[in-house]
Nanobody, 128 residues
């Protein structure tokens, strides 16, 4: 059984930065694809970023167009942690952010249905 626990959300003014963390437990973390999704108020849950694990030295990433150039996903397999560095935040980034684990190792998956385990979410609020 996998458990994912997010942290790092909060309240920030537009233009500010936050770093989200997600710690996994229970499985060989390094083998699996990790992603961040978000659920804005009044909207559907949407893809933000994904990172695979091709090897201990090489990863692939993909980002939603709305966050490219502002957000960076990374992982530390030794700590079983995936991060989302969010810079130049905008009010439209306000959402509950979720990390997710997918049991397919090398696929840049962007659909919620591709992921097997989810965290409880962390709120990010960006004021204008």
């Amino acid at each position: 059984q996998v458990q994912l626990v997010e942290s790092g959300g909060g309240f920030v003014q537009a233009g500010g930065s936050l770093r989200l963390s997600c710690v996994a437990s229970g499985r060989t973390f390094s083998l699996y694809t990790m992603a961040w999704f978000r659920h804005p108020p009044g909207k559907e849950r949407e893809f933000v970023a994904v990172i695979t694990s091709l090897s201990s030295l090489s990863y692939s990433t993909r980002y939603a167009d709305s966050v490219k150039g502002r957000f960076t996903i990374s992982r530390d397999n030794a700590k079983k942690t995936v991060y989302l560095q969010m810079n130049s935040l905008k009010p439209e980034d306000t959402a509950v952010y979720f990390c997710a684990l997918g049991q397919i190792a090398n696929a840049l998956m962007t659909d919620t249905g591709d992921y097997d385990y989810w965290g409880q979410g962390t709120q990010v609020t960006v004021s204008s």
